[in-house]
């Protein structure tokens, strides 16, 4: 039988071979956080009939109409993004008449979004605690459904640092897809994370919930043992699921709209993360407290 | 067991022919009974262009805001957009100090956020009897007050022919209330008035100091109002220089009420009354005591989207939908062979199941939420998945295909059960976290993903298993191995 259990600590290095360039890119670049937590405002228009504005001209209008500086990006199609501090609606107007008058064509505005920045504030502070929230309540609803085992607690813990293993990955690749790209972390991202997280307790809790059967049928049975027996039953189980779960995404990533794409591989990134720490770090994790391994990892060995 | 089986084939194949009803285009309304819906598909702002604002209390810090307060605001502006010709406007109450408006498909966005930061306007104007057909038409009347330069001027306007006093204490005005008499009503479509006809405002809502839901000596409902000093004797003039003339109460534009002058009303107190319910009543004395917005409102947070963007992403995601679909039928097919083949059937009658349910409560559907309804077939996949492998389980220990399917479902239930009450939890937070927003995005996510993964639960349990039943039951899989992929 393979013995999953056995190279624990080769696949918890592994794990974070994955997480410590993230948690870097974190340190260093930060989180590239939209408007929607930052507040400020972004306009997209379209310039057709003419050739779309250099970014510099652009931002030399937003200064001369007193709208502070703001960050232009160029986009296809004679397209351009710009972000800037909170404008109303009777500012964005002025801008794209100014924009029609100065760049000529017709300009069309693809997209306006704006958000002040106590709103960003807040959804900022709401959106950790619906993480916190999310942890906490899954925490309990495991503790309850495992109440039957000995020590339920560690499952439900065994399960939230699987959870914080995909949630730091998808971070980290936020943070180096929003240095290297562009790509930012706004409303969307955070309804993907919060995904990623219902469905990496729920790949966990298909093992734990082997474990818990097993434990019933196989008493005398060591418990490494046993762990790893579970694991293995369910690997056809993990690895179909996450089969159809990325077909899925695959055809929504290629086949969908250009909307949802960076969605899509946030959650296909994650749900990938949430399927290995379900089958390669979470049970095992058990295995660690039920020997209490961290006894040997410093000093003399036993 | 078999013949267990067979009977509960009947409602599963009753309620397939149910969805698929409901799934099928519907343009018209439907009418069961008295009761006529719309079952269509609501498409949410991001699939079909237009604006979103949201709108705060703008209070000094640490003073709360009264519920009642913000569901008047929430009135009064949608009564405002309505006048806008949006064909869905919504506006909603978000949390507890914000009001979300959704205008789909509007082009003006400029215009549009302007009427809905205007201060309301009431106003009592002068009518003929033939004007009564305007109550309710958004925008129907024009007056002359917008017309005059001061605020005052409407008020030296007024008749000057005062009349003694009335001796009663409350004037009354018996009136039509909001429904009107058809007498002539008959006449040219109102459309036509609108453009020329200028109204006279007698008095503005800025005289009005309260209005009460009350009842008249007979016990009628009506609505009691007190003026102010001003008012009482702008409107003491007016009254009695014509009774048994039409008064004329609009809203911002609209004619909400036509009751008839019954006699001179010169105290500052009268009643309104006529043919009113509670309701009808309850929303009068709203609308006359805050003409204008109970609470001041700010704009926090605004987003346009252009109608290309929306129209594309909603081609590209059905497509992708479909092939999603369709790859994930043929894995089932290839992986668990005759299973497999039987869930693909239960998969399908999922879809039509979770389509159907949106149409009906009716989800709004945005991008994110068709996201979620895709994530949500991997769910229901994985629910049959684990069942599956644990009827192979059983049946390699060499047990018969019934009993296979009964403990491949028993001891997959648990898994099943815990995994997705998971998910549901996350779908609660999330649509909390979504509402406090109005984030529709959050919440269509939300909402379609928790609504899909109720959905799987119930076809898997009932669908797949008498599908299962009533194919497999009578097969000896020892003779056919590969029919079950083992």
Redesign the interface.
């Known amino acids: 039988m393979l013995n999953i259990v056995g190279k624990r600590y080769w696949f918890f290095g592994l794990s974070l071979l994955l997480i410590v360039p993230g948690i870097a890119a974190l340190a260093i670049w930060g989180l590239p956080l939209a408007i929607d937590f930052t507040g400020g405002s972004l306009l997209e228009v379209r310039f057709e009939g003419a050739q779309a504005p250099a970014p510099a001209q652009v931002v030399d209008l937003y200064m001369e109409l007193g709208y502070g500086e703001p960050l232009v990006q160029s986009a296809a199609q004679a397209e351009i993004i710009a972000r800037s501090r909170t404008l109303?609606?009777?500012e964005?107007?002025e801008l794209v008449r100014e924009m029609q008058s100065r760049f000529g064509g017709t300009v069309?505005?693809?997209?306006?979004?704006?958000?002040?920045p106590?709103?960003g504030a807040?959804?900022t502070r709401?959106?950790a605690?619906?993480v916190g929230?999310?942890a906490l309540?899954?925490l309990a609803?495991?503790t309850y459904?495992f109440r039957s085992v000995p020590g339920a607690y560690r499952y439900g813990l065994a399960a939230i640092v699987a959870m914080l293993h995909d949630v730091a990955v998808v971070l980290g690749v936020a943070a180096i897809l929003g240095h290297f790209f562009g790509w930012e972390v706004d409303?969307?991202f955070?309804?993907a994370l919060?995904?990623i997280?219902?469905?990496s307790?729920?790949?966990t809790?298909?093992v734990f919930?082997?474990i818990?059967?097993n434990q019933r049928l196989h008493r005398r049975l060591q418990y490494e043992l046993l762990v790893n027996h579970s694991i293995v039953?369910?690997l056809?189980?993990s690895i179909?699921?996450q089969?159809?779960?990325m077909?899925?995404?695959l055809?929504?990533l290629?086949?969908?709209?250009?909307?949802?794409r960076r969605?899509?591989t946030i959650?296909l990134i994650g749900i990938l993360s949430g399927t290995y720490s379900s089958i390669f770090n979470a049970a095992q994790l058990l295995v660690v407290w039920h020997n209490r391994e961290w006894r040997h990892w410093f000093g003399r060995r036993a | 067991m078999t013949r267990l089986y067979t009977h509960r084939l009947l409602p599963i194949l009753l309620l397939i022919a149910l969805t698929v009803w409901i799934d099928l285009p519907h343009p018209k309304p439907v009418r069961i009974g008295n009761v006529e819906r719309s079952i269509d598909v609501v498409r949410g702002l991001d699939l079909q262009g237009g604006l979103q604002v949201l709108m705060e209390a703008d209070l000094p810090p640490g003073s709360i805001v009264r519920a009642e307060d913000l569901q008047t605001a929430r009135n009064v502006i949608e009564n405002r957009v309505n006048g806008l010709g949006v064909s869905e406007p919504v506006v909603l109450v978000a949390g507890n100090n914000r009001i979300l408006v959704e205008l789909p498909g509007i082009g003006d966005t400029e215009q549009a956020v302007a009427t809905i930061r205007q201060t309301a306007l009431l106003e009592f104007v002068e009518l003929q009897r033939g004007d009564l057909s305007l109550v309710g038409i958004p925008g129907a009347i024009r007056t002359d007050f917008g017309l005059v330069a001061t605020e005052n001027a409407s008020v030296a306007e007024t008749p000057t022919t005062t009349s003694a006093p009335a001796s009663t204490p409350t004037g009354e005005a018996a009136a039509t209330g909001s429904t009107p008499e058809s007498a002539e009503s008959t006449e040219q479509p109102s459309g036509v008035f609108t453009a020329d006809q200028i109204f006279h405002t007698v008095m503005t809502g800025a005289d009005l100091a309260d209005a009460l839901v009350d009842q008249d000596q007979v016990g009628n409902l009506g609505v009691s109002f007190t003026l102010t000093e001003r008012g009482a004797q702008v409107f003491g003039d007016y009254t009695s220089a014509h009774v048994g003339e039409l008064l004329g109460i609009v809203l911002d534009g609209t004619l909400i009420s036509a009751p008839v002058i019954n006699s001179p009303i010169t105290t500052g107190n009268g009643i309104i009354t006529g043919q009113f319910t509670p309701e009808e009543a309850n929303s009068l004395a709203v609308q006359l005591r805050f003409g204008r917005l109970p609470v001041p409102l700010r704009i926090v947070e605004s987003k346009t989207v252009g109608p290309t963007l929306g129209e594309d992403s909603l081609r590209k995601s059905a497509l992708a939908g479909v092939i999603g679909l369709a790859v994930v039928t043929t894995f089932m097919g290839l992986y668990y062979r005759l299973p497999g083949l039987i869930a693909d059937a239960a998969l399908l009658v999922y879809a039509l199941l979770t389509f159907a349910i949106f149409k009906l409560i009716p989800v709004t559907l945005t991008l994110p939420g068709i996201a979620g309804f895709v994530l949500s077939i991997g769910v229901a996949v994985d629910a049959n998945v684990l069942i599956f492998e644990r009827m192979k389980e059983e049946l390699r220990s060499g047990r018969t295909v019934e009993h296979a399917i009964e403990l491949g479902f028993s001891r997959a239930w648990p898994s099943i059960r815990d995994s997705n009450l998971s998910t549901l939890i996350t779908c609660a937070i999330l649509y909390w976290f979504g509402s406090a927003f109005g984030a529709s995005l959050v919440k269509g996510f939300s909402l379609t993903l928790a609504l899909g993964v109720m959905a799987s639960l119930f076809t898997a349990i009932t669908v797949t298993r008498t599908f299962l039943h009533v194919v497999l039951d009578n097969l000896r899989q020892a003779a056919r191995p590969g029919w079950f992929g083992i």
């Open positions: 109303d609606e009777s964005r107007a069309t505005v693809l997209r306006f979004e704006s958000v002040g106590a709103v807040e959804v709401r959106a605690g619906a929230l999310a309540g899954i609803y495991i459904a409303a969307l955070l309804t919060l995904t997280i219902g469905f307790v729920h790949d809790i298909v919930d082997r818990r059967e039953q369910t056809d189980r179909n699921t089969l159809t779960v077909l899925t995404l055809a929504l290629l086949f969908g709209g250009v909307t949802t969605f899509v959650l």
